[in-house]
């Protein structure tokens, strides 16, 4: 593999790191690793198809996929022709997989190690959706999280992940993650803290991500990553577990944060060791059972994991001071509510009424999540759940995130296009396919998997894909 020269490691880095590399491990294999560009590796998004099924779609494409050890649905890939980038294959611009370093998928696996499947999940530092597409498939769309994103840029590009990825059972919030513990205290059965880090573990993917290292922002990171640690354990209901992450291989920012939630709070927190999540985990297996993977170990980015489980409760924070608002949305009625999911599956969209609940705003009708309503009142999202329509005297507009993950690409409403035809779709151009769907509506689809809602208006399909999701220049898609 080609070497990237331009790698920044700043002598003070190396040194520190020398300090604390395990004897079984070199200074030159972590030198040689760190200026190796990064093996591309994409995760199936079972929200949308079986790992089964999306290896039988690209089998005869020229991917070589080869199984991430620790997650059952990750894949590192090489192609004989990388000119065209991943992003623009169609199964990326369909939410079939997502492109998720490999080593960032292990914090979510063992969230999920002992084989529970939490109901409520908080994702305190959430974009740009990796983790919390993979939470959602998961639970299968099951239950509730809340995604915060301290960052205001980032909340747009974690909302287009999860649309993409048809995610329908999770809210946004936008919050300095230290509110949590005060906000919703003991609300969560599981809690994935992916902190911010000083990034040492990521100069493969970017060569400048030491430029401004420092032992000094070490220090300063690690007192922020100690009070994100505190206040998450606060919003942990008692019996839940933590996962706490970085993309960093320092022990102040590593060992000596989760030694600190320790010291502060004895018998009611303890470590879960990972040392069985997957066969070579020990490769990584530090004494006290987390998993600090140098990226020599497994080719792979540098991380830090460890797996936390709450006992009993501790003593709550001091309520917070703020004021929520008014909630400008309220239940659909019944019979409302029977209206319009009797309308919706009138075009293809359906959702289990257990886990999803009605609501509207004005003219604006969407679908929460069941297990977040009883946080309602008590934190602000920026976005709960799917818009699924907007009301007109006529009858009801269905909404593109709405249709991507609610339509059945299968169902009669469906009207498939060849690979040409997806491309127009994409581009953002109106469709005239031979013969036209037989409706005036339909679920337009590619591979059968739902794209958008299109109107038919005579020998014309009207393209309605949302401007910041039409793409320009060559897509890849295989004729």
Partial sequence: ?????????????????????????SMEDFIAACQRPLRRSIRVNTLKISVDGFLALVKDYDWQLAPIPWCAEGFWITRDDDALRLGSAAEHLSGLFYIQEASSMLPVSALFSAGETPRRVLDVAAAPGSKTTQIAALMNNRGGIVANEYSASRVKVLHANLSRCGVKNAALTHFDGRVFGAALPESFDAILLDAPCSGEGVVRKDPDAMSNWSPESVHSIAETQRQLIDSAFHALAPGGVMVYSTCTLNAQENQQVINSLLANYGSAVSVEPLGDLFPGAHQALTDEGFLHVFPQIYDSEGFFVARLRKHHAVAPLPKPGYKVGKFPFSPLSGKDGALVQQAAEAVGLSWDRHDHRLWARDKEIWLFPAELEPLIGKVRFSRIGLKLAERFPKGFRWQHEAVLALADGHAKQAFELDAALAQEWFHGRDLYPEPPPQGDECIVTYQHQPLGIAKRIGSRIKNNLPRELVRDGVLDFHQ
């Fill in 1 to 25: 593999m080609a070497k990237s020269a331009s790698v920044l490691l700043p002598p003070a880095f190396l040194d520190a790191t020398r300090a604390i590399m395990p004897a079984a491990l």
